[in-house]
């Protein structure tokens, strides 16, 4: 079959709203449900750009679009309701990132893709609050942020401050967060305020390879590098007072801390153990994909309830490596500051996972059904109400936090009931890549990167500092229209802005 | 107990004194005597003609004459027990009102309308001359760092001023204890306006009562922590800082 051109593969995208573009049938070969995106006008070209540009070379080289990754997934085996991509969408291993897709549990063949989860496991973002305001922060900024950095082990090949044996590992890869409420390292009240309260219930341990138990067992505790951050914000807009209010932030110039983190190592390891025993199983059980990297396996399947018991430890571990990380962030402030914790309010004020496949309840066509919902790059996102949502979040709809990138603002949503029937309760969860890594090092330098975020007053601690630019900001999309194409399209809901004073980086 | 009768005795009018707290006690004089005016004044249970035994008051069988008296109200308490005059007492209160219900509810009305309207709400303590008011409103200055030491009104004035901005900060800032029922989603709709009210107010009432649980869970856990949790760190283990 001929390559088609640009404007042929513009036939089958159809546009909704202004914000809600519809990816139809016939896009891709085997599509069973049509692919959706939310993007503004801005978002829309750079989507565009991606495409004409696969086109332009006759569809063959480099990385697919992910418009067309959106397709391919909506051709995988099982799959419900729409294959949807979020405003920060970009091309990813297999699935874009920035896609949920949804796979009915009662279709036995129905699959379960660990590129649909990503390499890192619930990589995730958590909001710490604080009493301090701006003005007090600002005095002791460089202080503070050298402080974090003294506290918080970052960089590659970085290892953990806090001792722990093989046994402990193996506890906490059952047990989650409940293992660092034991050990002391977790507030009981911050497994309150966590996603799945931070244990993942079907957790096996012995699912877990070696190889990955052993990347893991130093790594616990550590920030890692990439575009994981620990960030000092101050609050600079409440959008929903009333919300933000639930949530313990009830003034402009507040001081958080925002830790973006994942399962390191290990994750890593299960994502790459599953796609290898993955294929095989593919074979034998005739599974076709449009794509190689869209490696699956059927969800009865002994490979996919295998992935699925390794991949909820190492969601656990990325619970436990972030609640590490609070209590250094924790010990940090309480010694800059000479009060304890408690005293600065330092509560949870939410932790999101943004890589995960979760077995949820969901409406389809008027039915109640149990289905597989992989988020990549997506942020779960429920309406106020929803019985797995925190009772101090009943009323607000689930809190959702939006990590910008080094130097840009961080945002606060919350999740609506039309998210809930037109995304499987879900938004999107940061700015998403407008360039790739390698491109951003072609044509940014570092020193330059660093300083612009020192002019703009923000203090900056980093472990390998030429990493730092293909974290700049210039390489990704802008958040603030990331976030506003989410509200516009009414699937969450704007609550605080956040900007940063200090930034710790791998 | 001798301050809450003395409130009650006050408020039935009664003339004598007050059984003292030392005499406490049916033997006494005074008890027997407040027994009798209750009974002849308020209560009225028996007829003028019958009431001959309990107003002799140096008789020995006025023990027995009250044991049979209480027994005849229905009292819950033997007639010896300490609680018996004071049962007798509300109830000679509840009698008191429920006759002049009407004149009573009027005056509070008048009372509650006054203090309306008046200009001077800050004024509207009962007696902000007394020690006790003086007390807390020095008690109230210093937490607010107003000067202390002239008359209570005036101290009080002074704590205004102080408190209404940082309530009306709390007030802006969104974090009243009341809320906005009606601006919380319901999450659903019945149609009907008032089935949605009252849904509303059952939806926070349970979400209160899920709150208190998991309060009641989170007290318990700490407990727990106190015998398992030991968190240290160990700098050597790791590079931190550079």
Redesign the interface.
Known sequence: MAARTFEEEKGYISKETNEKYWVNEGFVPNMKVPGVFYVNDGLRSLLDEELQNYCDRGNVGGFLPAVKQLANVAALPGIVGKSIALPDVHSGYGFAIGNVAAMDMSDPEAVVSPGGVGFDINCGVRLIRTNLTEDQVRPVQEELA?AL?????VGVG??????TTAKDLEEALEMGMDWS?????SW??DK?HCEEYGRMLNADPSKVSKRAKKRGL?QMG?LGAGNHYAEIQVVEEIFD??A??RMGI??VGQICIMIHSGSRGLGHQVATDALTSMEKAMSRDGIKTNDRQLACARISSEEGQNYLAAMACAANYAWVNRCSMT??AR?AFAKVFKKNPDELDMHLVYDVSHNIAKIEEHLVDGEIKQLLVHRKGSTRAF???HPLIP??Y??TGQPVLIGGTMGTCSYVLTGT?QGMTETFGSTCHGAGRARSRSNARNKLDYEQVLHSLKSKGISIRV?SPKLVMEEAPESYKDVTQVVDTCHAAGISKKCVKLRPLAVVKG | MAASFGLVLRALGYPGSPPGQGSVGQGSEEFRKLVSWLEDTKIRLHKVEDRGALRDHASEAWPQTFEAYATALECPFDASDGRTLGWILNYALGLEYRDNAGELNGARAKLVGDERASTRPERSFGDAEGARCAELANEMASALGVPTGQDAAKILEAVERAAKPLAQARMEAGATSEVDLAALPLGFTTGDAQVDSASLVMRSLFIKDLRELQSVIDETTVGVQEYTANPKTDAKLGRVGR
């Open positions: 050298q950095f003294d506290h918080i082990p970085s290892q953990g401050i806090i001792p409420v034991r050990e002391g390292y009981v009240e309150e130093p550590t007072t009333a933000a209010s009830n003034r209590f250094l010990q309406p106020p109400h009772v101090d009943q009323f009931k472990a």
